[in-house]
């Protein structure tokens, strides 16, 4: 009888855990499930003719998407809605479109036609980028008003200057600014120039970014500054590809006093630049939008595709910086008040992102995809820059608030390993799922909120003596 009693009583304990278990395994699926329960909207946009339309904003139930220079689109809807969407086609210069959607029915591909609203100067404008309101939701919920968001520059309208392919740009872009502001226009081909010296208050424009192709055949950087302080400058519309001895893209170099202020490139490629595709320092006021930045950083692991030095108050939307060629996609030393949203970023031999120095912080990463990095995604060491093999543990060396918000980070040697981040810092919504871990966390103190998958998991070390072995302490 005795044993009767006991055989039952490991029974129902065995019985409590299976239970559990199985609980458990169905939570975990439910928020895997959920994470990965996105609605697509996918089709393509054009003109009048049939041609494509880059930049066109596609938004639904307060998410949106940007079509590419083939003019196609995919929207991933991730919060939950009516199975009727209505959704919202614009760009500036065409009449703005509403079209219903049935999300239940077959996924069909729609193909949408915009108007011209007969704005002639619209090709040489830039748009403004519309964030998501969940973003500025929650960086009011954990920030209150701290974060301070990019300005755009101001553009010259009334002074176009129209290039033909074996025109000076130079001399445009001198005549421009003398001017006293203005547009350079390169119409469709390929046009070619040495190295450049940008000036404030430009605009310098193209066709299409797969129209126009700028082409730099000099072998310094394809352009650097011609002032001490640059404001108001715009690429737009426009591939600029390096040539053999390139050396950086755009390398500026501000002053800790008097930075350079208000910069944005809008549907542009910058591509196969040895050194940094974009290397800048000490400016105020950046805005990337719907560009890509890929295949730079030929000259070593030194180099990337952009590369950020003391600079404040940046906006990265629907961009892709994928394939850095040697270094890391973007690399933010010393950035404060970053907002990237819907970004991409794949492939690399090393580090995907890199955040470190001091007067950096205030980073939110909104609907950001990082995969294929084969060491790790997400690099926040906590180093002084100008001594980065001594290892050093302070706050100061490493950005604080930083807050993941629906973001994926995937199949990479680690996902995130971050030492001494706080503040107030979260990981939201968010996807992990890595080769040997999703978060290594140093001395942080960071928030996971309870819909956040790790399926590799997350390590908390109280010392860096237990930092994984196999990964180089420093960066």
């Not at 001399?171 to 502001?181: E, H, L, R, T």
């Not at 970053?338 to 580090?351: A, D, E, H, P, S």
């Amino acid at each position: 009888m005795k044993n009767r009693k006991q055989n039952s009583k490991k029974f129902m304990v065995l019985r409590v855990i299976v239970v559990t278990f199985l609980l458990n395994l169905c939570f975990t699926q439910n928020t895997f499930a959920q994470f990965n329960s996105s609605t697509k909207v996918v089709g393509w946009v054009t003109d009048a003719e049939d041609n494509p339309l880059d930049g066109v904003t596609i938004e639904a139930n307060g998410e949106g998407a940007k079509t590419k220079s083939d003019g196609r689109f995919e929207l991933k809807l991730h919060k939950s809605h009516n199975k009727n969407i209505e959704v919202s086609i614009s760009k500036l210069g065409y009449k703005r479109q509403t079209i219903k959607v049935n999300t239940s029915k077959s996924k069909k591909e729609l193909k949408i036609q915009l108007i011209s609203d007969g704005n002639s100067l619209a090709k040489y404008q830039i748009e403004k980028v519309r964030i998501e309101p969940e973003v500025l939701a929650t960086m009011q919920e954990k920030w209150g008003n701290d974060f301070v968001h990019a300005e755009y520059p101001k553009q010259y309208l009334n002074n176009v200057i129209t290039l033909n392919p074996g025109d000076d740009v130079q001399v445009a872009i001198d005549k421009a600014n003398k001017d006293g502001g203005g547009i350079v226009f390169l119409t469709e081909g390929v046009h070619t120039a040495d190295n450049l010296k940008i000036k404030s208050k430009v605009t310098l424009c193209g066709a299409g970014r797969d129209k126009t192709v700028l082409r730099h055949v000099g072998e310094g950087h394809f352009m650097s500054q011609a002032e001490k302080k640059l404001t108001d400058v715009v690429f737009k519309d426009i591939t600029l590809r390096g040539g053999e001895n390139t050396k950086s893209g755009l390398g500026l170099r501000g002053q800790n006093d008097d930075r350079h202020e208000r910069f944005m490139w809008q549907n542009v490629n910058i591509t196969g630049i040895n050194s940094h595709g974009i290397g800048i320092s000490r400016v105020n006021h950046i805005i990337m939008d719907n560009s890509h930045f890929q295949s730079n950083g030929l000259k070593g692991s030194l180099h990337h595709n952009v590369y950020f030095l003391f600079v404040s108050y940046v906006l990265q939307s629907d961009c892709d910086m994928s394939n850095p060629a040697e270094g890391k996609s973007n690399k933010y030393t010393s950035t404060s008040h970053l907002l990237t949203q819907r970004c991409v970023m794949k492939n690399g031999k090393g580090n995907g992102i890199q955040a470190d120095n001091d007067q950096g912080g205030y980073l939110f990463f909104h609907k950001h995809h990082l995969s294929g990095f084969a060491r790790v995604a997400m690099w926040f060491p906590c180093e002084e820059y100008y001594n980065k093999f001594q290892y050093t543990e302070d706050p100061k060396w490493v950005p604080q608030n930083v807050v993941l918000n629906r973001c994926e980070v995937i199949n990479n040697g680690y996902g995130a390993m971050w030492r001494v981040v706080g503040g107030k810092s979260s990981v939201i919504n968010s996807h992990f799922d890595n080769d040997k871990l999703d978060m290594g966390l140093l001395k942080c103190k960071v928030e996971m909120d309870e819909n956040s998958v790790f399926k590799k998991g997350n390590e908390s070390y109280d010392d860096v003596k237990e930092w994984p072995k196999n990964l180089k302490l420093l960066g």
